[in-house]
Every structure is written in C-alpha cells, then in structure tokens.
C-alpha cells in the first residue's frame, strides 16, 4: 500500500486517470433540471477546469463546460425575456443563475488568457490565447443581453473584464487583433444601440446586428489629431479604467479626460445601417442585415445621437394608474376608467384589467416619466400601448413605452402621450366590421392628422374605412405605418380622404 502510494499522487496530478472510464459532464448532469445545472456547472465544474495545469486541456474543459451549458441556457433566457416586470422572484433566482455561471465562465476564460499572456511562450501560443480572449468576451456580452432582458444595466465589473481582455490582446497580440476586436466592438454597438428603448423581443436581433456590424466600427486609441476630426456625434470615447460602455463624443461629461482612452468611429457603421434600411433590389440578402426596417431605424437613431427633447420636464410625484396591451387599453376606454369622485364610488372595475399603480416622476406636454409602486405586473416592453389614468383625474392618457430602465430594485418607464384625445372605436370596411380600435384625434408629433392604433395586419395602407365615433363616424384612408410590433399597429389617417 505505501509502495503504491506514489504511484496513485501521479495519477491525481495527471489531466487523465487511464484505469477509470471518461465520464462526460453530460452524463453527469443528466436528469438534473436547468437551474441545478447551472448551478453544478458554476460551483464544481468551472473551479475544476481552473486547476487544470495543461493550457490545451483547460481550454477543452471550459468548452464542454459551454456546450453544455448551452442544453438549458436558451430555454432560461427566453423564459426570462417573457417574464412580467418588475421580474417575480423566480425569474430574479433564475436570473442569478445565469448571470453567476456567465461571470464564472468568462472570469474562467479571462483566467487563461492571461497565464497564456504573462507566460514565456506568449507568441508560441497566440491562437490560443485569441480563442480564449473571444469566448470571455462572448460571455461578457451575453451577460450585458441577460441584464438588457430586464431593462437594467450591465455590471460595471463585466465592462472593466471587457476592457482588459481587448487592453491585453492589443498589448500582447497586436497582429492577430481582428477577432477579439470584433467581439469587444460588438459589445459597445450594442450599449450604444440603447437596448432600455427597444422591445425586449427585439434584443436577440439587436445584438446579432452588432456583432454583424462591429468590423465596421474603427477603434483607436485616441490621439490629438484623431480627437479633432468631424461629426463628433458619430465616435464614442471608452475609458477602460472605467466600468461602463463610454460616451459618445460629442456628449461627453465635462471633465472627462480623453487620453488613454478608445476612440471608436461608427460613421461606416452608420452607413452600413442606412444601407439595409434603403434596401436595394437584386443585391444578395448577405449583404443587408436581417431585421425589420423599424428596428434597423430605432439603432441608427440611437448610435446617430437623439435630438435633444423637445420640452423640459417637470418634477411632481402624483400617483396614477397603469393598464397595458392593446384589448386591455381598449377595455378602459370603453368605459372602465372613472374618476375617484365620491359619486363615482358605485361604480366598480372589472377585476380583470386590475391597474397597477405608478408614481408620476416628472412630466412635459408630450410625455411623462414614471416609476413602478405595486399591483400587477407586466410582460410588455418597449413599442407597447399603455392607458396612463392619474389619480384625481377623469383624464386618460394612451401613450407608447419609449424607454424601460430598471435600476436597483426599481422599475421605470418613458411614456410618449399620442393625442390629446382619443376614442375607443369600431372600425368597418363596407358593411363588416374590421375591429376594435383607439382612434387618436390629432397627432401633435406626427403632424396635423389623426391616427389609428388597431392589431396588426388588419387593414392596408390606402383601403377606406368607417370610424365608428359616436354621432359623427369619420371616412377616411388608412395611412402610412408610422409604427408597429407583434401586439398593434399604429398608423395615420389620411387627413383628405373625409
């Protein structure tokens, strides 16, 4: 037994123990559920492939540990993307999970990097190190979309990792830079396209466009004469001392200094966007990005620089209600949304809408900024209609979520109010009627015509119909499309067709 003992050390200290039978991590895991997966995955297998001594192995351990990782993640992030908001305590744990184990992993790809860029043979094994550089800042990135998936802010620990790994790849491996820069590129696109506007459907499209659009970003380190050339508003400015995707140069906080930082120009990426939103007939669908025209336009607007607002706010804290989808807002305008008059009292709402209940943050003529207190919650995002009742009032608002934010524990959305008024109407062609509707009156940021918000796909652009208001029904023709998702289509009216 003690001659033996030798013999078993060695055994240990190997990547591999011949006498036993390989055993796959699949194996291991199987009937386990997808949290407990994970789980498993973060707490054991990950600090196991973190001992491993031989770089090559390690490498092949943390790659099984994603694929089969990938089994369960794609079922949790989808599942997370349709979770009501603020996010129910199960979808918080689920969550936690995913983003504990995509830390783990990309802090385990991170790890070998670096030993690979500190080491003698650093340039003996560049492909390796590139491979690893990659994966982590893969990872990184798919952490940034799970945070994306609740309106909330990526880690500013995630961004200084991101950082360093593109730092010590431009440091150590400047001629094989390509691959690692396109991935850290992708990751600031992404930040850049302002995913608290966009639907949380459209994320996963999002952030495919960044990643097809990242070669064209250039990236630099910022020089006097790099800093002077024009448009500003075009080029962004990363600080990898600091934990967040940059700014953009022409909106720079005052003092921040500029040196020793990423200038990165998105003009070419511009160009790329406003190429696949023209389209041009004939031209092979490869050279044009796969997403629809609205959302192509939403992340041109959002790396091109907004305008600035219109109207100042003003802050006040009032309460109101908050119902949202197309039937339900449909529901409170048909006569579900009383004052709180004491002669109102008799009258009660239907249990089904149930309203929940938001501070009014601040307000302007054309929008308000409101922060979530209690009742129910939602499965909507950005692009969704909303029926906005402040308490004290018998005034309804119907607006669309332009903007979700969550931070910390809260939850806070940016509302466009649409008409001064609006109606719940019955739409017809000839003698059918079509559907249920909101007819808005008058469009103030659209110009001077009114609007219809109706379920998609109902009626084309240029057909006739009825609007069904009360004592005077309107002729008119359906418009252009001015937006739309899977829940509602909002279109103008044509304002010559009465």
Not at 196 to 222: M, Y
């Amino acid at each position: 037994m003690i001659m033996n003992s030798p013999l078993r050390r060695l055994r240990d200290l190997l990547s591999f123990k011949p006498d036993e039978p390989a055993v796959s991590l699949h194996d291991i895991l199987t009937g386990l559920g997808p949290l407990a997966t994970l789980e498993r995955l973060t707490g054991e297998a990950l600090p196991e492939a973190g001992r491993e001594t031989n770089l090559h192995m390690r490498l092949k351990r943390l790659e099984e540990i994603r694929q089969t990782a990938e089994q369960v993640l794609p079922e949790l992030e989808i599942a997370l993307t349709r979770s009501v908001l603020p996010l129910p305590l199960d979808a918080t744990t689920s969550a936690l999970h995913i983003d504990n184990f995509l830390k783990a992993l990309a802090q385990g790809y991170h790890a070998l990097a670096r030993q690979i860029a500190r080491s003698s043979r650093a340039q003996a094994q560049g492909n390796l190190f590139q491979r690893a550089a990659e994966r982590a800042l893969e990872a990184i990135g798919r952490r940034h979309l799970l945070a994306y998936r609740a309106y909330a802010q990526p880690s500013p620990s995630s961004w200084l990792l991101a950082h360093k790994l593109y730092g010590s790849a431009a440091a150590h491996f400047p001629e094989n830079l390509d691959g690692i820069r396109n991935a850290y590129c992708s990751i600031l696109l992404f930040a850049w396209f302002e995913p608290a506007r966009l639907h949380r459907s459209d994320l996963d499209t999002a952030l495919d466009c960044a990643r097809r659009l990242a070669p064209q970003a250039r990236l630099a380190q910022t020089t006097a004469d790099n800093l002077s050339e024009a448009p500003a508003e075009h080029r962004f400015l990363v600080n990898p001392e600091n934990g967040s995707a940059g700014h953009a140069l022409g909106r720079l906080p005052a003092g921040t200094p500029v040196f020793g930082s990423y200038l990165v120009d998105g003009s070419a990426v511009l160009d790329a966007l406003d190429h696949s939103i023209a389209g041009h007939a004939g031209e092979p669908a490869g050279n044009r990005l796969d997403a629809p025209p609205a959302v192509l336009q939403a992340l041109r607007v959002a790396l091109a620089g907004r305008s600035a607002r219109r109207f100042s706010r003003t802050r006040f804290r009032p309460r109101a209600d908050l119902v949202v989808g197309l039937d339900r807002v449909i529901a409170f305008l048909d006569g579900l949304a009383y004052t709180r008059r004491s002669l109102d009292a008799a009258h009660q709402r239907d249990d089904t809408l149930a309203p929940s209940e938001w501070s009014l943050i601040d307000e302007s003529p054309d929008g308000f900024l409101l922060r979530f207190i209690k009742g129910e919650k939602w499965q909507v995002g950005v692009g969704d209609i909303v029926a906005l009742q402040p308490r004290e009032s018998s005034k309804v608002h119907v607006c669309l979520v332009r903007r979700i934010a969550t931070i910390g524990s809260r939850l806070e959305i940016g509302l466009q109010m649409l008409s001064p008024q609006v109606s719940a109407v019955d739409v017809t062609t000839g003698e059918k009627t079509v559907c249920r509707a909101i007819f808005l009156h008058r469009l103030p940021a659209y110009g001077k015509f009114p609007g219809l918000i109706l379920p998609p796909g109902r009626l084309p652009a240029g057909q006739a119909v009825r609007i069904g208001l009360p004592g005077r029904p309107l002729e008119k023709r359906i418009g252009k499309c001015i937006d739309a998702n899977d829940g509602l289509e909002f279109v103008a009216l044509d304002p010559k067709s009465d």
